[in-house]
């Protein structure tokens, strides 16, 4: 009976996502990928992204027109922009029109093994940083802390990065909202400049949000969180 709902809901478009053991405690949703043991399962969380990311391989999720939005504002607020990166990227369009609307150097972060198939995109786990980037960073985007395991230590890692007066644009969407096996981050988006600023301890606020220019109809919201280094 399962098979045949699945077969159905695909036939129509649409994909039935696993939902297990989620933690609501502190007012967002988070996906456990737990061990029998209860220890927490790296290799669970990697196994299910990496298959999440194959499977989605030829959708694009981005759309140019929102990036040149993005490339504009970075620019007014930024000034010159000699480095981005932009974190789990997939087939890498992000990077692909940042580098066209900004003339600089951009690369992309994406876990799967599937990233070398893609220019300027490096295979990376968004929740680690490499030396080199603390501080040499002039604008990171995203519109996947949504598949972060731990969203505090991720956006915390990713501030590190930014220099001062630089930006972190995170693309929050009414999608974004709950958690699943493969997306394990859920929160409201009235819920996240609280969050952000929580997690920032001080060191870094959500200055303003943005709305997308472009936004499809299945969605009801697409905005843009902006973190700035306090």
Known sequence: MKKLIGAMA????????????VDKSNGFELYQYRK???????????QVQVAGNRRKLEKVWVREENIAFLSDYITKRVGRVEFGLCHGTRRGKEQEWFRKYLNCEVIGTEISDTAEQFPHTIQWDFHKVKPEWIGAV???????LDHSYDPQSC??????CIKKGGVC????????ERATEL????????????????????DFCVRELLDA?????????IQYLVIQKL
Do not use: C, Q, V
């Open 10 to 21: 695909k036939s129509l478009g649409y994909e039935i996502i696993k939902r297990g053991p």
């Open 36 to 46: 029998p043991d209860g220890t927490f399962d790296y290799e669970k969380y990697k």
């Open 138 to 144: 002039d604008f990171i985007y995203s519109n996947s």
């Open 155 to 160: 956006l915390t890692a990713w501030m590190s």
């Open 169 to 176: 644009i995170i693309e929050h969407t009414s999608g974004h």
């Open 183 to 202: 997306d394990p981050f859920g929160a409201d988006i009235a819920l996240m400049p609280y969050l952000i600023l929580t997690w920032g301890k001080g």
């Open 213 to 221: 220019p472009l936004r499809p109809d299945l969605l009801e919201y």
